[in-house]
């Protein structure tokens, strides 16, 4: 199973209000479980990314949590083009700690330009900006939480 069958999973469960999904083959067991309505997804409400082999739930956004969630730049800003997560995880700005953010404001993108890292299931994955512009501005926050589809950054368009 790949990230691709995962976000499908994801989208069904959104699409027919289901509030819980568990999928076991062989050696790989997934178990996907929404917040109740208003309860935050964080660690301490037992809801976080988990290794694939384990059988702890991963957060799926309520709607109204998932509007929530977004910071209020990414509600009103200039007209742009939004890189989304395409995961549920942590978002880092920087490989590492001690190292330069990989984009800034006002910088340079590709399609192949990698902006940021998102931590998911234990694995850290690369998210690539997809698109050729300058990135007008980050709409996440450093080593916070991040959810399906919430957007990461504005960019403009070259």
Same mark, same amino acid.
Not at 80 to 88: H, V, Y
Not at 90 to 101: D, V
């Given at each position: 199973m790949d990230l691709k069958d995962i976000k499908a999973i994801i989208d069904l469960m959104r699409k027919n209000n289901l509030s819980e999904f568990e999928l076991e083959r062989?050696? *790989?067991?997934?178990?996907?479980?929404?917040?109740?309505?208003?309860?935050?997804a964080t660690e301490e409400s037992g809801y976080y990314p988990v290794a694939p082999a384990a059988s702890a739930p991963?957060?799926?956004p309520a709607p109204a949590a998932a509007a929530?969630?977004?910071p209020p730049a990414a509600a009103a800003g200039p007209p742009?083009?939004?890189?989304?997560?395409?995961?549920?995880g942590? *978002?880092?700005?920087?490989?590492?700690?001690?190292?330069?953010?990989y984009v800034e404001?006002?910088?340079e993108v590709t399609p192949e330009t990698i902006v940021c890292l998102?931590?998911?299931m234990k694995v850290m994955n690369e998210i690539k900006a997809e698109v050729k512009g300058s990135v007008t501005h980050i709409l996440a926050e450093n080593a916070k939480p991040v959810e399906f589809g919430q957007p990461l950054f504005r960019i403009r368009p070259a």
């Open positions: 062989q050696e *790989f067991k997934i178990k996907l479980k929404r917040a109740a309505s208003g309860q935050p991963i957060p799926l929530a969630a977004a742009g083009l939004e890189i989304e997560s395409p995961m549920i942590t *978002f880092y700005r920087a490989p590492s700690p001690e190292s330069q953010p404001v006002g910088s998102i931590e998911a």
